[in-house]
């Protein structure tokens, strides 16, 4: 399907699970449209060979969202540092930030988000004011994804940068 094919209805419901994602007010539905959406097929790699994921490591508030999250189909990375960290800043949690890098393995990228949405956006009829562009990869929810050992931290605001 070409983007000139798509119908308003198409569009708009991408543009809502799109929307959500962006507003942390999604759905496993939502994300499983966007990934199942045919212009989302063109968007499976990435130029980047390393990839970053942030999150804080204490409190009841970043265990509700890290709950939440652990049932999506992806897990989301950046593709650099400085903006996974701001992601997970936007929260506005008081705990320490934690930063990872990970080795891209090119098969299990499921999408690259922020390539989608550059390419999309301009087509949906309502998009996101808050959208900030954090080079987003949306990576296969793999033990290698889904955790991480100490050799891979890159920064922690309770300690030090490594």
Known sequence: MRATELTQPDLKKLGTAINLW?????????INYILAHP????????????????????????????KKRAR???????????????AVEDYELPDPIVCYKKTVKPNEIILNFSAFVSFVKDKLPVFSPTYRDEKEIWMAPSPYYTA???????????KETY
């Open 22 to 30: 962006i507003n942390d007010s999604v759905t496993i539905d939502h």
């Open 39 to 66: 212009l989302a097929k063109q968007f499976k790699t990435s130029g980047s060979r390393a990839i970053y994921r942030a999150m804080t490591y204490r409190g009841k508030e970043n265990t509700k969202i890290l």
């Open 72 to 86: 999506y189909p992806i897990v989301a990375y950046s593709q650099s540092h400085e903006l996974a960290v701001m």
């Open 148 to 158: 991480f050992n100490p050799k891979e931290i890159v920064s922690d605001t309770g």
